[in-house]
């Protein structure tokens, strides 16, 4: 079972960037697609973006163009490059394993994290 652990958060201004991390450790990670999701004070958890073993992306249509999903298998490691931020990017963050159901719809599928926190000051 791949576990998941994330980092990267922090607190910047509007218009700033930020680079999350998400290292996995367990078995078969590269094998894995791997999603991030972010949940706002009183929100439900929202899928952000997802990266296939292949590194092939999709992202949910706010975080097109500003958001960059990738992977480096020999690390262990998906990251989110978000650029643009904005107030309402504020979050926690997470990752997962995810998989799609016959919709096309990503899901999560394993343990959540604690997630790494985004704070964006307008």
């Known amino acids: 079972q791949v576990q998941l652990v994330e980092s990267g958060g922090g607190l910047v201004q509007t218009g700033e960037s930020l680079i999350l991390t998400c290292v996995a450790s367990g078995t078969n990670f590269s094998r894995n697609v791997v999603g991030w999701y972010r949940e706002a004070p009183g929100e439900r958890r929202l899928f952000v973006a997802a990266?296939?073993?292949?590194?092939?992306?999709d992202y949910i249509d706010f975080a097109k163009g500003r958001f960059t999903i990738s992977r480096d298998n020999a690390k262990d490691s998906v990251y989110l490059q978000m650029n643009d931020l904005k107030p309402e990017d504020t979050a926690v963050y997470y990752c997962?394993?995810?998989?799609?159901?016959?919709?096309?719809?990503?899901?999560?599928?394993?343990?959540w994290g604690q997630g790494t926190q985004v704070s964006v000051s307008s």
């Open positions: 990266i296939t073993s292949a590194g092939v992306a």
């Open positions: 997962n394993v995810d998989l799609r159901d016959r919709l096309g719809a990503w899901f999560a599928v394993g343990s």
